[in-house]
């Protein structure tokens, strides 16, 4: 059982590390953000397929009523790996981490409007702090770059998509075992992201060498070992530990983009990436405290 836990906590670094480097990817590859996001998916469900087969073979079949759920999970998926690995193109790769990382503030608002959910006075304090960092950080991005603020405004975007995808995930997981549900959202989400960048004629070849070595490095560390790892740490602790935690994936980014990409954030900006991680931090405690005092939420 503590070797367990001892594992636990170090599949969940491995995790914010390997989900950590997502940004540096996108940056390195000489390609439009989409396309590095179709092939991190298209990699990825490829190389899951033996697992789903395995699953497919020693599980109760699959009852098609629910199969919907991670379908419209990939849709959402495909609309949050457009808007984020695009935003990494057109701002900084703390602040697209950063904003890109607000879902838990969507998910508790979605959870109040749709689900009349009760959220506590301690959610009202942390998304006042979250949403002031973010505008300190956003502010800066106005003043100092020519696309005044679109990185930002994509990233934040993302996480609107990403917090549909969890709050889908939440209600489809409890029909469909992980790997299953994995493997169905990385179909959905491959094809939404192809016929995206279909739309936005982005060409599918014609890539250097380079760049194929980083869709495939994406794939196996971002989405698989990164996902995996993640997954593997929920298994054995409890979201309460992990949730938090995962806030340390924009620090870890902001801390590799300095010698890796030569980002230095601005003074003002570093106040608003604490202001905005106390502020999400918060936000989780009081999302989790409700749950627990809810049965059934």
């Known amino acids: 059982m503590q070797q367990n836990r001892f594992l636990s906590y170090i599949a969940l670094a491995v995790g914010i590390v390997a989900l950590s480097l997502s940004a540096m990817f996108v940056r390195w590859a000489d390609a439009p953000g989409p396309i590095t996001g179709f092939y991190r998916l298209l990699i990825s469900t490829i190389l899951f397929v033996p697992f789903f087969i395995h699953r497919q073979r020693t599980a109760a079949p699959l009852d098609k009523r629910f199969v919907w759920f991670p379908l419209l999970a990939g849709i959402f998926t495909a609309f949050d790996f457009a808007f984020w690995n695009t935003s990494v193109q057109y701002t900084t790769a703390a602040n697209a981490t950063l904003l890109g990382n607000t879902s838990p503030l969507w998910v508790a608002l979605f959870a109040l409007f749709f689900f009349k959910e009760k959220l506590r006075g301690s959610f009202w304090l942390g998304l006042i702090l979250a949403l002031s960092?973010?505008?300190?950080?956003?502010g800066t991005d106005f003043l100092s770059h020519p696309t005044f603020?679109?990185?930002?405004?994509?990233?934040?975007?993302?996480a609107i998509f990403y917090a549909s995808y969890q709050l889908i995930t939440q209600r489809g997981r409890a029909h469909i075992d992980p790997f299953r549900y994995t493997w169905l959202v990385g179909v959905s989400a491959t094809l939404g992201m192809f016929v995206m960048n279909v739309v936005l004629g982005n060409s599918f070849t014609g890539y250097s060498s380079q760049t194929w070595l980083i869709f495939l490095a994406t794939a196996i560390v971002s989405?698989?070992?990164?996902?995996l790892?993640?997954?593997y740490a929920l298994g054995h602790l409890p979201a309460s530990?992990?949730?938090?935690?995962?806030i340390g994936q924009p620090i870890l980014t902001t801390i590799l983009a300095i010698p890796l990409l030569g980002e230095l954030p601005k003074p003002v900006q570093w106040i608003g990436g604490a202001v905005a991680l106390a502020g999400i931090y918060i936000v989780n405690q009081a999302h989790l405290q409700t749950r627990r005092e809810t049965p059934n939420a």
């Open 229 to 231: 790892a993640i997954s």
């Open 241 to 246: 530990v992990v949730s938090p935690t995962l």
């Open 149 to 158: 603020g679109l990185g930002d405004l994509m990233a934040s975007g993302a």
């Open 133 to 138: 960092g973010a505008v300190l950080i956003v």
């Open 223 to 227: 989405q698989m070992v990164g996902y």
